[in-house]
Every structure is written in structure tokens, then in C-alpha cells.
């Protein structure tokens, strides 16, 4: 079973930086997608970030493009999300979902807290 596991949320300051961590489990497929979408309560879940197991990098929404960078690891199933100028706005539930032949497989999700 593919397990998803998110780690490194928490409270920051507005202007304040934030790195989330995304390490996938259970599978030795080299062809996958890693992303980080978020969730607030009563908004539907947006994709904030997404890139390949080759590296390739989606575009990013305009709400974050220019703050938000993600990566990977060189040599495991693991995905960053750098958070940088932090916004009241960001806050939500980030979630990291793994794409692997055709199925998806959520994490838990992490909560970011920006405020003051």
C-alpha cells in the first residue's frame, strides 16, 4: 500500500517562510506525480504545486507563482514545498498527493497557520 506522509506545518508570521515535506512509501515505480494542494473549510481543494518523478515542474497558480517552490529529492520519493513571503491567505491544510499507475493517494495533510 502507497502511504503518503506530510510533516513541517505549523504557525509562522506574515512575510515568513515555511518548508513542507512530503515523503511516498510502498512502491518501487520510477514513473510518478507528487503534488501539494490545499484545503480552507467550505473552499474546494486547489493544487498550489506539482512536479514529476523526472523533475519537471507544473506551472504554478498566480495566488502563489513567485513564493512557492517545489523539489524533490535526488534519489527518494520525497517532495519539498518551499513557502516564502507567507499570507494570512495561505492558511490551509496542505495536502501531498502521489500519483502512481492511474491512482491517486492522499496524505494526512499538514496545517499552515499565518498570522500575527
Known amino acids: 500500500q502507497v502511504q503518503v506522509v506530510e510533516s513541517g506545518g505549523g504557525l509562522v508570521e506574515p512575510g515568513g517562510s515555511l518548508r513542507l515535506s512530503c515523503e511516498a512509501t510502498?512502491?518501487?515505480?520510477?514513473?510518478?506525480?507528487m503534488s501539494w494542494y490545499r484545503q480552507v473549510p467550505g473552499k474546494e481543494r486547489e493544487l498550489v504545486a506539482g512536479?514529476?518523478?523526472?523533475?519537471?515542474?507544473?506551472d504554478y497558480p498566480d495566488s502563489v507563482k513567485g513564493r512557492f517552490a517545489i523539489s524533490r529529492h535526488s534519489h527518494k520519493k520525497m517532495v519539498y514545498l518551499q513557502m516564502n513571503s507567507l499570507r494570512v491567505e495561505d492558511t490551509a491544510v496542505y495536502y501531498c498527493?502521489?500519483?502512481?499507475?492511474?491512482?491517486?493517494?492522499w496524505g494526512q495533510g499538514t496545517q499552515v497557520t499565518v498570522s500575527s
Open positions: 512536479i514529476t518523478s523526472t523533475g519537471i515542474v507544473t
Open positions: 510502498g512502491f518501487t515505480y520510477s514513473n510518478y506525480g
Open positions: 498527493k502521489v500519483r502512481v499507475l492511474y491512482r491517486d493517494y
